[in-house]
């Protein structure tokens, strides 16, 4: 069973920044992808950004040039820098990884961001 665990949540203000993290149970080179995915209060989820095992990123138009994902593949985690953070960034954020069609959810670290 894959675990994956997130981390670094929380409350910041409009133009800080913050990073989150989530570290599996499993090599994450296992997954053919990896990324994040948030859900804000009456929103679809929606993916924030990817990686898959190539290093090969993508990102939401809405995060592209303030949020970087990346990869430490010796401690099985990865990572989202979200800068200049803006209100509308709140959500809950969920870990993701998908190896062929099956996926995987960590449980999700709540970010608020609010002045």
């Known amino acids: 069973q894959v675990q994956l665990v997130e981390s670094g949540g929380g409350l910041v203000r409009p133009g800080e920044s913050l990073r989150i993290s989530c570290t599996s149970s499993?090599?994450?080179?296992?997954?053919?992808?990896m990324g994040w995915y948030r859900r804000a209060p009456g929103k679809e989820r929606e993916l924030v950004a990817s990686i898959n095992v190539g290093g090969v990123t993508n990102y939401a138009e809405s995060v592209r040039g303030r949020f970087t994902i990346d990869r430490d593949g010796a401690k099985k985690t990865i990572y989202l820098q979200m800068n200049s953070l803006k209100p509308e960034d709140t959500a809950m954020y969920f870990c993701?990884?998908?190896?062929?069609?099956?996926?995987?959810w960590g449980q999700g670290i709540q970010v608020t961001v609010q002045a």
């Open positions: 499993e090599n994450i080179f296992f997954f053919n992808t």
């Open positions: 993701n990884a998908r190896v062929a069609s099956r996926l995987h």
